[in-house]
């Protein structure tokens, strides 16, 4: 089973950009832990990212014939991508929102995500450890949809 990583704009700036928020750990760090820990739970990953919202959506939309699952770090995106939100809604297979800082202890605009109602849950907080978390909750909810 294959796992979509999602990375969505200024997220290749991670350990460089704003590091009191969001740590200095690199998004190559990030895929390395999210790859390590998808190994020992028998999932492949496909780390990906991009600063184009168009782009997000075509990987979204590839995810439905091509994934199992996708954890998304929308960044800034989740606050107000229509586009976004509409491709996650069509995806058919679970969507784990992602985001290293906590939305909602910061500016009010972004304790707003416009996606957080079409996907199956949200990690927000916990910094680059979030994206453990969702990848072995995608592995749980995958392995009870099996065997359903």
Not at 2 to 25: C, H, K, S, W
Not at 50 to 75: I, K, M
């Amino acid at each position: 089973m294959t796992i979509f990583v999602l990375n969505g704009p200024n997220l290749n700036l991670l350990g460089q950009r704003e590091p009191d928020i969001y740590g200095l750990a690199t998004l190559e760090d990030v895929q390395t832990i999210c790859e390590g820990r998808a190994a020992e739970l028998g999932l492949e990953i496909e780390f990906r990212q991009s600063n184009d919202e168009g782009q997000l959506v075509d990987w979204l939309q590839e995810a439905r014939t091509a994934a199992s699952g996708v954890v998304l770090n929308p960044a800034a995106l989740g606050h107000y991508s229509l586009a976004l939100r509409d491709a996650i809604a069509a995806c058919d297979v679970p969507v784990i929102e992602v985001h290293i800082s906590n939305i909602h202890a910061r500016e009010e605009f972004r304790a707003k995500s416009v996606i957080s109602a079409v996907v199956v849950g949200v990690i927000s907080g916990l910094g680059i450890w979030g994206y453990v978390g969702a990848i072995e909750a995608l592995a749980r909810i995958l392995r009870d949809r099996s065997e359903a």
